[in-house]
């Protein structure tokens, strides 16, 4: 079965940087892609990045452009959420996520699998 696990949350100062991870496995189809999402306290889960596993195209929040940077490794077993310059309404469990996602990638309703989640904090 496929499984998610995120992790590399943490407590971190305005400004600084943090690296989270998604350890992937059993997926069955390479059409999958894997997706970051954030939900902060009191808000919608949103959507932050997204990398297609078959071509490695990128997506990001536009309140994270510049900043964020997603990443996968050879042999697709890990994707990265390089976060920098990290602001504290960046606040949130992240969690990561895998569909097959042919429509808007920053939809919940793409993504049939789902991470536990990891906690950023940035302070001010």
């Known amino acids: 079965e496929v499984q998610l696990q995120a992790s590399g949350g943490g407590l971190v100062s305005a400004g600084g940087s943090l690296r989270l991870s998604c350890a992937v496995s059993g997926f069955t189809s390479d059409d999958y892609a894997i997706g970051w999402f954030r939900q902060a306290p009191g808000k919608e889960r949103e959507g932050v990045s997204c990398?297609?596993?078959?071509?490695?195209?990128?997506y990001y929040a536009d309140s994270v452009k510049g900043r964020f940077t997603i990443s996968s490794d050879n042999a697709k077993n890990t994707v990265y959420l390089q976060m920098n310059s990290l602001k504290p309404e960046d606040t949130a469990v992240y969690y990561c996520?895998?569909?097959?996602?042919?429509?808007?990638?920053?939809?919940?309703?793409?993504?049939?699998?789902w991470g536990q989640g990891t906690l950023v904090t940035v302070s001010s």
């Open positions: 996520a895998a569909g097959l996602v042919h429509g808007l990638w920053y939809s919940t309703y793409e993504y049939d699998y």
């Open positions: 990398i297609s596993r078959s071509d490695d195209s990128t």
